[in-house]
């Protein structure tokens, strides 16, 4: 008689790729995910009905049409089109509700964040890590001033007491209770990576050198960075409502020595009366409140959006990964 071997079954893979306009670089990223997938199904390191799931964005593009074509011409891929371009962080937050996997790893379309690293995430998981958060070891791919913004901006993140990982962004593996942990944070003012902190669970990191874009521009212009990184501030720490306090606090110290300095020298007698000591004060104690008061409004602002509770992104369309017998991405 033989003896059965009882093997434990390698855990299902969702890789989860958000896209706007790539028709550019769909094409390679695909063929590149699915040579990593099939070498990763042969060593048995991810379940033969793994499958990547390319999310599009509202793109405006042809990147449904690639989508729907590489959906049909392989058994592996799936595709979730949503009803409108709702951004990256809220597409990856798509990616990750409607999609099924015992392991579920996000990364961006251009495979500016080696691919390569998704083996090492899996052997992770395998260790029993939930959570593995792929990190930029060496970012001199990117243009010295991205660089030198988004690393100035993980101190300032630290600064303002929000954790996060330093040089990671949305480049991760999540496994199946992490990604439904995530499902319970209902905010709609999204910023994943400080989310991914508040989870908890086992975690760590795999690190990676950044590269080129494949192919066609960044879709994250410098205005949009900066609505990323204000949100990540924000969302995250009080500590700009602080400032605001204790700038109004420093101003009033201020302007208390100035009083006191103005009286001294009424009594003095010696005093030229002049404009700049009335309209200097004037200008800067106004220039300071409409800052705190923006700073304030920013927040009654996020407090108004949150109120709304309206959904984060709507599925205009999916198409499931044909060869799967359980549905590749949720139905409700
Ligand atoms: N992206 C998205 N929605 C957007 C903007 C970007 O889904 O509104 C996707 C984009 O297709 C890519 C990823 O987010 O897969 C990161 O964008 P990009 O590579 O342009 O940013 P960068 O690497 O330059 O920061
Ligand atoms: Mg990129």
């Known amino acids: 008689m033989t003896a059965v071997v009882q093997m434990k079954s390698p855990p299902r893979l ?9 028709e550019e670089t769909l094409q390679a990223t695909c063929e590149k995910l699915r040579t990593l997938l099939a070498a990763l199904r042969a060593e048995r390191a991810v379940a033969a009905q793994s499958y990547i799931c390319f999310v599009d964005d509202g793109s405006r593009d042809k990147t449904w049409e690639i989508i729907a ?6 058994d592996d891929i799936a595709g979730l089109k949503l009803a409108r371009n709702v ?4 597409a990856v937050l798509a990616g990750l509700h409607e999609c099924d996997g015992d392991a579920l790893i996000t990364i961006d379309a251009d495979l ?16 029993g890590y939930d959570v593995v958060l792929g990190v930029r070891a060496d970012r001199s791919s990117d243009a010295w001033s991205k660089r030198f913004f988004a690393e100035s901006y993980y101190r300032l993140l630290k600064a303002m ?7 990671h962004a949305d480049y991760r593996l999540l496994s199946q209770r992490a ?53 990540g501030i924000t969302s995250f720490s009080v500590v700009p409502l602080r400032i605001v306090s204790v700038i109004g606090l420093l101003v009033s110290l201020a302007s208390l020595a100035v009083t006191a300095w103005a009286i001294y020298v009424r009594l003095t007698g010696d005093y030229v009366p002049g404009w700049a000591s009335t309209v200097v004060p004037m200008y800067f104690l106004g220039g300071v409140q409409i800052l705190c ?16 509770q309206r959904p984060r992104y709507l599925v205009d369309e999916h198409i499931a990964a044909h060869k799967l017998t359980a549905p590749a991405v949720r139905t409700s």
Request: charged letters at 25%; hydrophobic letters at 40%; proline letters at 3%.
């Open 69 to 74: 074509r590489l959906t049909a011409e392989h």
């Open 87 to 90: 951004g990256h962080q809220a």
């Open 14 to 22: 969702a890789i989860i790729v958000p896209c706007y306009n790539e």
């Open 161 to 167: 007491g929000v954790k996060t990982v330093f040089n």
């Open 112 to 127: 500016q964040d080696d691919e390569g690293a998704i083996r090492e995430m899996m052997q992770r998981m395998g260790q």
């Open 293 to 308: 008061l923006g700073v304030i409004g920013e927040y009654i602002g996020k407090i108004y959006m949150e109120t709304k």
């Open 179 to 231: 990604a439904d942990a995530l499902r319970q944070f209902p905010e709609a003012n999204l910023f994943l990576r400080g989310m991914i902190t508040l989870i908890g669970f086992k975690w760590t990191t795999v690190s990676y050198a950044r590269r080129e874009r494949l192919a066609g521009e960044s879709k994250y212009p410098f205005r949009r960075m900066l609505s990323l990184a204000w949100e």
